[in-house]
């Protein structure tokens, strides 16, 4: 099994480390070829607009869908995920979900908060401007803050709202390995 990591924006070293302690084999991806074989892909955090521009630009986003790549999207990356985007419709609607970006606020209204994580346990979740999943139509709510929804797994995606990598903490992506 190798998991690609897109390497545009974000956390990338984070998630490559969380995932080589897992004893898993990860790939940078940036280029379609990088594709080429992966069971699953992680979309980090950053700026969705600059990381969905890029990803449609290089055709990235046609062949995750076109090869029903599993993906696991922190931040921005549920927010490419998200069905429905402040009305919307998102550059890899792999989730069954409406997202209001910056949901939480803005980069001064960022935060940590411990989570009730169905199958984890108790997870610290860092918010930054993260964004707020208004509607669930399917899938499972994983994890909820303030009664709403903060990750949520559908078929073999996840999405989650904070970021998993910031302390090292492997459970979150473990859970995403061991659903492909």
């Known amino acids: 099994m190798e998991i690609g990591v897109l390497d545009i924006q974000g956390d990338v070293s984070e998630h490559i480390s969380?995932?080589?302690?897992?004893?898993t084999k990860v790939r940078k991806v940036r280029r379609i070829p990088d594709l080429d074989g992966i069971s699953g892909i992680i979309?980090?955090?950053g700026e969705s607009t600059v990381i969905g521009s890029i990803m449609s630009q290089r055709g990235i986003s046609k062949v995750i869908l076109e090869r029903r790549i599993p993906v696991m999207g922190t931040c921005a990356g549920l927010i490419l995920m998200s069905g429905n985007v402040e009305g919307e419709r998102g550059l890899?609607?792999?989730?069954?979900?409406t997202i209001k970006r910056n949901g939480?606020?803005?980069q001064r209204e960022?935060?940590?908060?411990?989570?009730a994580v169905k199958g984890i346990g108790?997870?610290?979740?860092?918010?930054?401007?993260a964004p707020l999943v208004?509607?669930?139509e399917s899938g499972e709510v994983l994890a909820s803050y303030n009664d709403k929804a903060v990750m949520i797994s559908?078929?073999?995606?996840?999405g989650v709202s904070f970021h998993p990598e910031i302390y090292g903490d492997s459970r979150i992506h473990s859970l995403f390995i061991d659903r492909l």
């Open 92 to 97: 890899i609607p792999l989730l069954s979900i």
């Open 43 to 45: 979309i980090p955090g």
């Open 110 to 115: 960022s935060f940590e908060a411990d989570l």
């Open 18 to 23: 969380i995932l080589e302690t897992l004893g």
């Open 122 to 129: 108790k997870f610290r979740g860092v918010f930054i401007r």
């Open 154 to 158: 559908e078929g073999k995606h996840l």
């Open 104 to 106: 939480y606020g803005s």
């Open 134 to 136: 208004t509607k669930v």
